[in-house]
């Protein structure tokens, strides 16, 4: 796309690629605060501040705030697609740990930002187009010269990336299935507390080692809606149909879990000590609603139109005759 950039003015974004992201030879755009998940394809993100190189299973996060408008394109170097998340109130952070201490999750010295870098090029004529993002419009000016000409800079708000595989798991060792919120890498807050505008939550490798648990995430409805995505590998809840680059919405308080295929498997396997490897699945979790576009619901031609279905083979397996017995050291 030539000489471009592009700024958002409207949120920040948090990106992570798989194909197709973005637009050849770069472009700039102003946006609220930008979440970038990678799936297939490296991402080379030039901005005012430096460039980050983010790879698949790494995410970046470009944010914004009055005045600062954060200039950037990205270059990609073959087949590239993944998923960016904007948020519009609010700004992504780290969790509050809790009674878990000081460390754990995502640690802050794994964040990597750019350091400086600038090019003193001008173009003849007015060649470069910077492209700007304003309350979901985008508009287009031009200028002679490069806007990556800051030659330094210091302070606390600048674009960073994280590797997913330097988050530190924390999960159940005895029994029973822990909140997905354990799973938490970023969360933007609301002035509400414990109520987030968005949670980026991750599934990755893991052990799984509960004794009498369906190990699976459970069947359950939710007061927040789910945006699922995955990166890489199978997805523990539904192994089959969910591809790679794909993803799933379950809107707010919608019943949803494991498939019959997984549950059948769940339900009757050796619970012994399992490694869940090769995996990378994610959540974009809201206590807001999320609207499908037109192009999701019908341009792209790619809605799983029979995805209830996989839930239809499901069985009633109450017994209300059951008992557990005395050997069991339950009290009747």
């Known amino acids: 796309m030539g000489d471009r950039c592009f700024y958002n003015s409207d949120g920040d974004f948090l990106i992570g690629a798989q194909s197709p992201v973005w637009c050849g030879a770069g472009c700039g755009i102003n946006l609220a605060p930008f979440h970038i998940v ?4 490296a991402l080379h993100i030039v901005s005012e501040f430096g460039q980050l190189y983010v790879k698949p299973n ?5 944010p914004v705030s009055a005045p600062i408008r954060i200039r950037f394109t990205v270059n990609v170097f073959g087949p590239t697609r993944g998923y960016i998340l904007e948020v519009f109130n609010g700004h992504f952070q780290l969790p509050n740990l809790g009674p878990i ?3 754990g999750l995502a640690n802050p010295r794994d964040f990597l930002s750019p350091v400086a870098w600038y090019e003193d090029r001008e173009l003849p004529g007015n060649d470069y187009t910077v492209i700007s993002k304003f309350q979901g419009k985008l508009f287009a000016a031009k200028q002679k010269n490069s806007p990556f ?3 330094a800079w210091h302070g606390n708000y600048y674009p960073y990336k994280y590797d997913l595989k330097n988050f530190m798991v924390i999960n159940a060792v005895a029994f029973d299935h822990a909140d997905p919120s354990i799973f938490t890498v970023l969360t933007c807050p609301t002035t509400k507390p414990g109520v987030a505008a968005a949670d980026f939550v991750i599934f990755p490798p893991r052990w799984c080692v509960q004794e009498h648990t369906f190990r699976p995430p459970y069947f359950h409805r939710n007061c927040m ?3 699922m995505g995955l990166i890489q590998g199978v997805y523990e809840a539904k192994e089959g149909g969910f591809n790679l680059g794909g993803a799933t919405l379950h809107s707010m308080m919608t019943p949803h879990g494991p498939d019959n295929a997984v549950f059948v498997k769940a339900s009757t396997a050796e619970l012994k000590p399992v490694k869940l490897d090769g995996t990378m699945a994610f959540m974009f979790e809201s206590s807001f609603s999320m609207a499908v576009t037109e192009w999701g619901g019908r341009t792209c031609n790619k809605l799983d139109a029979e995805y209830h279905k996989c839930w239809q083979p499901l069985k009633s397996h109450f ?3 059951w008992k557990p017995a005395p050997s069991d050291g339950y009290v009747l």
Not at 38 to 41: A, I, K, R, V
Not at 58 to 62: G, P, R, T
């Open 319 to 321: 017994d209300p005759n």
């Open 225 to 227: 809606s789910e945006f």
């Open 58 to 62: 790494e995410i970046v996060i470009i």
């Open 101 to 103: 201490g000081a460390n």
């Open 149 to 151: 000409d800051v030659v």
């Open 38 to 41: 990678p799936q297939l394809g």
